[in-house]
């Protein structure tokens, strides 16, 4: 059994900045890609960032610039640096693993941007 567990949402102004969070615990032999991904309301899922077991990152356009994804392998968890947040950043944030070839998610963590 896997668990990704999220901390970090919020609710922050316009500019602001939160740090988001994923541990993953479990049968988690196999780990290899760990990401972020967001839903906003009326909208598709959508890949925000992504990094390898090797440090390899992979940012949407959108993003880019303003976001930082990081890991800790031995510690297995995932982190996101939000920063000069924006009201359309807004969304439910889920957290993603890849173990060997099958994906997990977390429950997802609101991220809520006023403006």
């Known amino acids: 059994q896997v668990q990704l567990v999220e901390s970090g949402g919020g609710l922050v102004q316009a500019g602001g900045s939160l740090r988001l969070s994923c541990a993953v615990s479990g049968s988690i032999s196999g780990l290899n890609r760990m990401g972020w991904y967001r839903q906003a309301p009326g909208k598709q899922r959508e890949l925000v960032a992504d990094?390898?077991?090797?440090?390899?990152?992979n940012y949407a356009d959108s993003v880019k610039g303003r976001f930082t994804i990081s890991r800790d392998n031995a510690k297995n968890t995932v982190y996101l640096q939000v920063n000069s947040l924006k009201p359309e950043d807004t969304a439910v944030y889920y957290c993603?693993?890849?173990?060997?070839?099958?994906?997990?998610w977390g429950q997802g963590t609101q991220v809520s941007v006023s403006s």
């Open positions: 990094i390898t077991s090797g440090g390899s990152t």
């Open positions: 993603y693993a890849k173990i060997s070839v099958v994906g997990y």
